[in-house]
């Protein structure tokens, strides 16, 4: 009778002991998925923000460009204007002359 009920003590314990072991496992397996998702996550978020950097360096880059040209145009137009201008007056002055 004492032999039955240590053995029966013997195989609760080892259930008892497998049951732990299994649980620490998942409890274990679970943090390491958490610690991946979140490194994952992070990783995503930092080429996005990346991204959307690039693209909103572009943006002013095109901005800052299209301001020098519409001031080289206007400079252009200027200088056009001041020779056309300078030719009418030349003009006037020999024909008044």
């Given at each position: 009778m004492?032999?039955?009920?240590?053995?029966?003590?013997?195989?609760?314990?080892?259930?008892?002991?497998?049951?732990?072991?299994?649980?620490?496992?998942?409890?274990?397996?679970?943090?390491?998925?958490?610690?991946?998702?979140?490194?994952?996550?992070?990783?995503?978020?930092?080429?996005?923000?990346?991204?959307?950097?690039?693209?909103?360096?572009?943006?002013?880059?095109?901005?800052?460009?299209?301001?020098?040209?519409?001031?080289?145009?206007?400079?252009?137009v200027?200088?056009?204007?001041?020779?056309?201008?300078?030719?009418?007056?030349?003009?006037?002055?020999?024909?008044?002359?």
């Amino acid at each position: 009778m004492v032999i039955i009920l240590v053995i029966i003590l013997v195989i609760i314990l080892v259930f008892i002991l497998v049951i732990i072991q299994v649980i620490k496992l998942v409890i274990i397996l679970v943090i390491i998925l958490v610690i991946i998702l979140v490194i994952i996550l992070g990783i995503i978020l930092v080429i996005i923000l990346v991204i959307i950097l690039v693209i909103i360096l572009v943006i002013i880059l095109v901005i800052i460009l299209v301001i020098k040209l519409v001031i080289i145009l206007v400079i252009i137009v200027a200088i056009i204007l001041v020779i056309i201008i300078v030719i009418i007056l030349v003009i006037e002055l020999v024909i008044i002359l």
